[in-house]
């Protein structure tokens, strides 16, 4: 089949219109509803317990913050029934360990020395994953 240069731009006008009807604005109450369900602050997407506790540490790996704010906002902020002792609990028995910044990051940053970042500790010590 033998396309003319104008039927091609016209297939490609078409194209590209069709793609903008399909990517439209979101309402701005509806982008904040989505972003704290996401960030499971909203009350009908916190969860509790243990369980709860590594699904946010998971959705939040690799993200550094002041070591205080997890166990005083982050996390408390998730987990309805949030208790600190199950943070060391999950770091004792190696489901998780704890990051600071790349030492560059903390020469030009003094306060990179006061974060800390989650990580999974897949697979150390062998068997607790």
Request: net charge neutral; with cysteine; charged share 30%.
């Amino acid at each position: 089949m033998v396309r003319t240069a104008s039927a091609v731009a016209r297939i490609h006008r078409y194209t590209v219109r069709r793609l903008r009807r399909e990517i439209e604005p979101v309402e701005r109450q509806d982008s904040m509803r989505f972003l704290l369900e996401w960030q499971r602050v909203s009350p009908d997407s916190r969860g509790e317990g243990r369980d709860a506790l590594l699904a946010v540490l998971e959705q939040f790996e690799g993200f550094e913050a002041p070591a205080v704010a997890w166990e005083e906002d982050i996390l408390p902020a998730r987990i309805g029934d949030y208790e600190g002792m199950w943070l060391d609990e999950i770091c004792c028995v190696g489901k998780i360990m704890w990051t600071s910044p790349a030492v560059r990051a903390r020469a030009a940053d003094p306060c990179a020395a006061r974060r800390s970042c989650c990580c999974r500790a897949d697979g150390w010590p062998p068997g607790t994953r």
